[in-house]
């Protein structure tokens, strides 16, 4: 059946997820100021220490993001039992007003084996190697209007906004900062990508209009790909790809694409950090300006064509599975669309991320912080302000307590913290910490549920520091008003 196409393609972008595991660093970190990874939010943030080594694998983090939060979806009758998507109490304007035109969720995921960075007169050098994978998805309005409207009606969907683009690769990145003069810093990150495994769609048209008997579908879209250890694939009589047959995914593989250089790109980020007075410094950055161009182990599937299928009135109660209506639906329709299936070439985008921030220093050790972070992504805007208060007491213990707001009214909570134990430095970061929770009941059994849980953020990570720690060689800040 035409259907198995689907399926063909979620395997694929399944064997992508799943390989090996790009990620918005938290904004807890910015103001962790002895903790040299700050550096890799702004690269005009001189690292405290004289030299400091990542312990290799310990340096990891994930980020989950939603436009919708859990309140929306997981939806309560007057008994404070859970309803689903198709109950008539579900109140579907929650979700529409958390949506354009579809509804994203992002995830990503970074660790480091290998960064180290050391101070040479008035500049700091950085250099990391990190595997970096990123998930992206946008469902349509359209898919939310058909399970709230059901099959009974008139409908024109626009499914060109749904949106699947995960990407895993290497980034190498050779950071260095200066010291301009007593108020001015600037950074520059240089950081050659290679690809690993990616996947993209490209819908330029995907339009279905249907009623009682007539269905319409006109298509314009692409699947690109770029999947390493496919070996073998199966095709239909129409040249439709069924299944494929893929390497083992033993010790080998992962080290021959762990040690991968095809399908390169390149990026760059750029920061400034201006210190105003002894009290109040500005800072800026705009990291992830690059792309990746994935040339080789390319599959592509290419989707067009406007069929107008006439059909017989489906009955959903004459039914025992709305699944089989759904498979009748598109094996219908895809039998009037032209399939093809060759390499291509494509190209990824990364996220620019805009930072501004201010901090004013109450004292030498104590500093409140504003962090303003802007997410450019394709047809998606993400805004997120952050109020924090920053302890730094820089040979022994570091914390961040903040306030983050985002775009969608979300409010939460964010920690930071880093200590020493000799030379060894842990520090971990968290964002989106829930404020408010609501109770899940099921079969007699409560459960906390984060109210407006969207995202979350989280990374962890041990160093080994060596040199100045905190400000041997600055004169303390004057506690006299200026």
């Given at each position: ?356 921030g201010a901090k004013y220093d109450v004292n030498h050790v104590f500093s409140l912080g504003f962090l303003s972070r802007s997410i450019f992504q394709k047809d998606l805007f993400r805004q997120d302000f952050n109020l924090s208060a920053n302890l730094n007491l820089y040979k022994r213990f570091t914390t961040s307590i903040n306030y983050n707001i985002d775009n969608f ?74």
């Amino acid at each position: 059946m035409k259907s198995t196409l689907l399926k063909y393609t979620l395997i694929l972008l399944t064997i992508i997820s799943s390989n090996i595991t790009k990620g918005q660093m938290p904004m807890t970190l910015y103001y962790l100021e002895n903790v040299p990874q700050s550096s890799m939010i702004n690269p005009a943030m001189n690292p405290r220490p004289n030299f400091f080594f990542a312990i290799p694998m310990t340096n990891f983090g994930t980020t989950f993001q939603s436009d919708m939060a859990m309140d929306d979806f997981i939806q309560f009758n007057n008994q404070d039992e859970p309803i689903s998507l198709h109950h008539d109490a579900f109140n579907y304007s929650k979700i529409y007003n958390k949506m354009g035109n579809s509804l994203n969720f992002q995830t990503q995921q970074h660790i480091a084996p290998l960064m180290f960075g050391f101070r040479f007169k008035k500049g700091y050098f950085t250099f990391s190697m990190t595997e970096k994978i990123s998930m992206n998805y946008g469902l349509p309005k359209s898919f939310f209007q058909l399970a709230e409207l059901g099959l009974d009606g008139s409908y024109d969907l626009d499914l060109s906004t749904m949106s699947i683009e995960n990407y895993m690769y290497h980034e190498f990145s050779l950071g260095y900062s200066r010291e301009i003069n007593d108020k001015l810093n600037v950074g520059i990150h240089i950081k050659p990508l290679f690809g690993v495994a990616a996947s993209a769609t490209d819908f330029q048209t995907l339009n279905i209009k249907l009623n009682e008997t007539v269905y319409n579908m006109q298509a314009n879209a692409h699947i690109n790909a770029s999947v390493p250890g496919i070996k073998e694939i199966t095709y239909d009589e129409d040249g439709i790809p069924t299944d494929f047959e893929q390497e083992d995914i033993d010790a080998s593989f992962i080290i021959s694409n762990a040690l991968s250089f095809s399908n390169p790109g390149i990026a760059f980020d750029l920061g400034a950090e201006y210190k105003f007075d002894q009290r109040w410094s500005f800072s800026a950055s705009l990291n992830d300006l690059g792309s990746i161009n994935w040339k080789d182990d390319l599959h592509t599937i290419t989707m067009t064509g406007n069929h107008l299928f006439e059909g017989a009135y489906i009955n959903a109660s004459n039914i025992d599975s709305s699944d089989l209506i759904t498979e009748a639906i598109i094996d219908s329709l895809l039998d009037g669309m032209q399939f093809t299936h060759e390499p291509r070439s494509f190209k990824t985008k990364l996220n620019p991320t805009l930072y501004i921030g201010a901090k004013y220093d109450v004292n030498h050790v104590f500093s409140l912080g504003f962090l303003s972070r802007s997410i450019f992504q394709k047809d998606l805007f993400r805004q997120d302000f952050n109020l924090s208060a920053n302890l730094n007491l820089y040979k022994r213990f570091t914390t961040s307590i903040n306030y983050n707001i985002d775009n969608f009214g979300t409010s939460s909570m964010g920690f930071g913290m880093s200590s020493f134990i000799g030379p060894l430095q842990i520090y971990l970061a968290m964002d989106k910490i829930p404020l408010s929770y609501n109770t899940y009941k099921n079969d007699g059994d409560e459960y906390p549920i984060p109210a407006n849980f969207q995202s979350i953020n989280f990374m962890f990570g041990m160093n080994i520091i060596f040199g100045a720690k905190g400000y041997k060689d600055k004169p303390m800040l004057s506690l006299k008003n200026k």
